[in-house]
């Protein structure tokens, strides 16, 4: 069972940057995501990394702005969130797909483990 435990949200102005982190309760698993989602909508994936980190995937809202990395030594995977806008205000959660599992998935039911979730609010 892996535990994930999401910290570093908070209220920040349009144009900040902000870094979100994942702690993992221990080794993590090959492939960590991070998922957003705003009152209203459904759950949409952010980043992903894989591995050791050379690989990694974003939506195009955050491709260029937003820098998915992880440190495995720490067990924790990082969103560094640069010129955050007012429309990626959400709850922000990271998840981990099966310890087996090596492929990066863009679908969050593929995700088997999630952590509490983070608040995000980026005023205008």
């Known amino acids: 069972q892996v535990q994930l435990v999401e910290s570093g949200g908070g209220l920040v102005q349009d144009g900040d940057s902000l870094r979100l982190s994942c702690a993992g309760s221990?080794?993590?698993?090959?492939?960590i995501g991070w998922f957003r989602q705003a009152p209203g909508k459904e759950r949409e994936f952010v980043a992903a990394?894989?591995?050791?980190?050379?690989?990694?995937y974003y939506s195009d809202s955050v491709q260029d702005r937003f820098t998915i990395s992880r440190d495995n030594a720490k067990n924790t995977v990082y969103l560094l969130m640069n010129t955050v806008k007012p429309e990626d205000t959400a709850v922000y959660y990271c998840?981990?797909?099966?310890?087996?599992?090596?492929?990066?998935?863009?679908?969050?039911?593929?995700?088997?483990?999630w952590g509490q979730g983070t608040q995000v609010t980026v005023s205008s």
């Open positions: 998840a981990a797909r099966g310890s087996r599992i090596t492929v990066v998935n863009r679908n969050a039911r593929t995700y088997a483990f």
């Open positions: 221990g080794q993590l698993p090959y492939v």
């Open positions: 990394i894989a591995g050791s980190g050379g690989n990694t």
